[in-house]
């Protein structure tokens, strides 16, 4: 028996490598949008504000009942400016650790599930601790967020174990 070990380098699984692709562009496209956000954040909330008041001014006339004045009351929160270009910065910095954990993964290295996993912690987090846990359209946006990312995130880590080195053993079998 030899005391030399020799590694195998793993191979990525086809499974994986769709993985990482739909993760690197999901991740530049979300990058590329919330750039778009913080830079565009007054206009976006200038515009906004006027459709919400246009729909304040129809639920008056219309009598309609307070869930729909509370929904339009939390769109009205959700488009300070303000909030809206710490969101996007903050989107901004998660979605460069899902894109930076996308291409660690990519060469099969497995501590970039870690980076996608912080990034996607950071992007469920974020609209949470802006807009609150109470607000409907923030409570919708962080379910939704959630579901996807937990979806990869379980999906990556079933892929963790293909992204060890396989020790080659003596009669020429990989562990």
Partial sequence: MSDLLVYAKPVRSTFLTILCILTMVGSSYSIISNVFLYVSADKISRIGKQNIDRSRAANMQSNS??????IIEDSLAMLDE???RYQAIGLILANLLTLAG??????MRPWGFWLYLAGSILHIG????LFGFNTIPGIIAGVAQSMISAA???MY???LKDMRPKEILDDGLLR
Avoid at 126 to 129: A, H, T, V
């Fill in 126 to 129: 974020m609209p949470l601790y």
């Fill in 102 to 107: 996308g291409i660690v993964m990519f060469t």
């Fill in 82 to 84: 303000s909030k809206m």
């Fill in 157 to 159: 880590a079933f892929q």
């Fill in 65 to 70: 009942k307070q869930r729909s004045n509370r």
């Fill in 152 to 154: 990869f995130i379980i």
